[in-house]
T-cell receptor, first 116, second 113 residues
């Protein structure tokens, strides 16, 4: 069974540009969440989408946004990139996202963004 | 907000040795998760704990859910080179969803032959 697929794996942007990252969840998983990982702040929750609706949001500025499509695939967008946005962006999927033994997160390999 | 502190931050051990690491929280968690992250990859779930006092094993790995609900421990027995990586504890925030996880600061494990 295919895992969580993230594209692109690596990308380089310059300050002020915008970027879109894509995530295909495991088949049958309807919840997709996004995390940012940096050496200084560690792993931090960005937002979660379920049935095309944002269900939870972390403490990130409005420059960070996302969406989910009817096939559960998700994209996240960062506008007006800053140097501090350089990070590994991880996508994770689960069946429904509710706390239960069957709904643990499965992570993708991530998209590594470098902002110059 | 919720914070998870892991110790030690890093460990250098010899192959064959046992490893212990722990995670403490300033608030109660109802679920504890242990993930391992290899370089260039996303975290992979090792063990999930759902009940205070629970002790769960996965091969050479054993984890325990602390009775106070504010801590958890992970032990690795007879370490091997492929155990190298960063180990994270994590728990769901109090939002009713398993997707919004608070992650610990991580323990970096290095194994020497």
């Amino acid at each position: 069974k295919a895992g969580v697929t993230q594209t692109p794996r690596y990308l380089i942007k310059t300050r002020g540009q915008q970027v879109t990252l894509s995530c295909s969840p495991i088949s049958g998983h309807r919840s997709v969440s996004w995390y940012q990982q940096t050496p200084g702040q560690g792993l931090q929750f960005l937002f979660e989408y379920f049935s095309e609706t944002q269900r939870n949001k972390g403490n990130f500025p409005g420059r960070f946004s996302g969406r989910q499509f009817s096939n559960s695939r998700s994209e996240m967008n960062v506008s007006t990139l800053e140097l501090g946005d350089s990070a590994l962006y991880l996508c994770a999927s689960s069946r429904s996202g509710y706390s239960s033994g069957a709904n643990v997160l499965t992570f993708g390999a991530g998209s590594r963004l470098t902002v110059l | 907000g919720q914070q998870l502190n892991q110790s030690p931050q890093s460990m250098f051990i010899q192959e064959g040795e046992d490893v212990s690491m722990n995670c403490t929280s300033s608030s109660i968690f109802n679920t504890w998760l242990w993930y391992k992250q290899d370089p260039g990859e996303g975290p992979v779930l090792l063990i999930a704990l759902y009940k205070a006092g629970e002790l769960t094993s996965n091969g050479r790995l054993t984890a325990q859910f602390g009775i106070t609900r504010k801590d958890s421990f992970l032990n690795i027995s007879a370490s091997i080179p492929s155990d190298v990586g960063i180990y994270f504890c994590a728990g769901p925030s109090n939002t009713g969803t398993a997707s919004k996880l608070t992650f610990g600061t991580g323990t970096r494990l290095q194994v020497t032959l």
